[in-house]
């Protein structure tokens, strides 16, 4: 069978949105576990300015934590909070004892360097895994607070139950928030991987050998049907807009649904699992700093 004819059946979807809210039901009852015994998990979120998207974004994250029994501390800046200002806020709240995570939304107004920002949250309470000594931990294979995108891919992965060992998994877009750590999992879990970028010459020929395909770089529906192995599992971490202003992913789903064993929707893919993984990473923090017998698992 070609690359580019269709798979016998269409491919299943990977309902994020299903799945999350199994892993929010879970955080949910261990933090209630948890607040019983000790006290409720806490994420302090920073908004700096005023991005549409942005605040969007944290206000998901605000309404996950109410729902699943974690306290959270919103607080937004004004877009032109100085990097000093800011850096001292982070500093306040690692030294809060009733903080276990700390986020700052990215993207950044254009004064502060936001490698600098997350540098400064203390390791133990960077809950989106950004932080070089967590990035570290997981390249050494120890991980500890891990990225919430790569780690709720992972989560898919599983549920469709596709050997991951040995398989061939290929991923378009080498940023530090999804596609490199994305790579390392894979590479723990036994995957053969290789990663793209926008340099990479003749990306078709490496996506159309992919057994597993991570797309990942924000260009609206840049991966079509004759991109994708029979078969293939297909996770789209993308969220854009087409030329009707409709959001899609970096694949073209309906497209690439006639060919793949397994596509994620945009959206209701992705999306949800990482804010499910984010509630994971604030209450394995609590518990992390929480006395022994206040723990459940």
């Not at 790579?183 to 010459?201: E, P, W």
């Not at 009707?244 to 789903?253: K, P, Q």
Request: net charge positive.
């Amino acid at each position: 069978m070609k690359s580019n004819e269709p798979f016998l059946t269409p491919a299943r979807t990977l309902d994020g949105t299903a799945l999350a809210a199994g892993l929010r039901a879970d955080v949910a009852r261990r933090a209630q576990v948890l607040a019983a015994r000790w006290r409720p998990p806490a994420l302090a979120v920073l908004l700096v300015g005023d991005a549409q998207a942005s605040a969007v974004y944290v206000r998901n994250k605000i309404r996950a934590c109410e729902a699943a029994g974690v306290r959270s501390i919103h607080e937004h800046l004004p877009g032109a909070t100085s990097q000093p200002a800011l850096l001292a806020r982070i500093a306040e709240l690692n030294a809060d004892p009733l903080v276990d995570g700390i986020l700052v939304q990215l993207p950044l107004p254009p004064q502060i360097d936001p490698q600098q920002v997350i540098a400064a949250i203390a390791p133990d309470k960077d809950v989106d895994g950004f932080h070089v000594a967590n990035a570290g931990a997981l390249f050494t294979g120890a991980p500890r607070l891990m990225p919430c995108t790569p780690s709720g891919v992972m989560r898919m992965l599983d549920h469709t139950g596709v050997t991951l060992r040995g398989a061939e998994a290929v991923i378009v877009g080498a940023s530090n928030i999804v596609g490199k750590p994305q790579a390392i999992l894979l590479l723990h879990a036994g995957a053969t991987v290789t990663i793209c970028n926008s340099k990479t010459r003749d990306l078709a020929a490496h996506t159309r050998r992919a057994d597993i395909l991570v797309v990942a770089v924000g260009r609206a529906k840049m991966i079509g049907a004759d991109m994708v192995k029979p078969g293939a599992v297909v996770i789209d971490v993308g969220m854009n807009r087409d030329e009707h202003g409709r959001l899609c992913g970096d694949v073209d789903t309906e497209a690439v649904r006639a060919v793949a064993g397994w596509i994620t929707p945009v959206p209701g893919g992705v999306g949800p699992m990482t804010i499910a993984m984010l509630l994971e990473n604030t209450l394995q923090a609590a518990q992390a700093r929480a006395p022994v017998d206040a723990t459940t698992r």
